[in-house]
Nanobody, 123 residues
Framework: QVQLVESGGGLVQAGGSLRLSCAASGRTFSSYAIGWFRQAPGKERVVVAA????????YYADSVKGRFTISRDNAKNTVYLQMNSLKPEDTAVYYCAARQGGIRTMSYQYDYWGQGTQVTVSS
């Protein structure tokens, strides 16, 4: 069982930065892949970035490549999403999710979810 809590969301102007954190409970956190998803009003929940439990290349959605960076600190049971050069279209509720095994990009492939944190980018 893994419990996830997101933090770090807020209101920022276009071009600004935010760092989201996903704190996890559970002794086996290091064996889980973690994904960051976002959901804008009226839209489906989509993957933004994902990172494996093992050293490997993270996944990024095309819309955030070069602007967002996902990283994890297994000692702190925390995954981060550094978001730079934010755009109004990045506005959404951001969720972190966990699954055992490798990276996947669909929300139904993840078993555990946080409550979400709002990110609002003003133009």
């Amino acid at each position: 069982q893994v419990q996830l809590v997101e933090s770090g969301g807020g209101l920022v102007q276009a071009g600004g930065s935010l760092r989201l954190s996903c704190a996890a409970s559970g002794r086996t956190f290091s064996s889980y892949a973690i994904g960051w998803f976002r959901q804008a009003p009226g839209k489906e929940r989509v993957v933004v970035a994902a990172i494996s439990w093992s050293p490997s290349t993270p996944y990024y959605a095309d819309s955030v490549k070069g602007r967002f960076t996902i990283s994890r600190d297994n000692a702190k049971n925390t995954v981060y999403l550094q978001m730079n050069s934010l755009k109004p279209e990045d506005t959404a509720v951001y969720y972190c999710a966990a699954r055992q095994g490798g990276i996947r990009t669909m929300s139904y492939q993840y078993d555990y979810w946080g409550q979400g944190t709002q990110v609002t980018v003003s133009s």
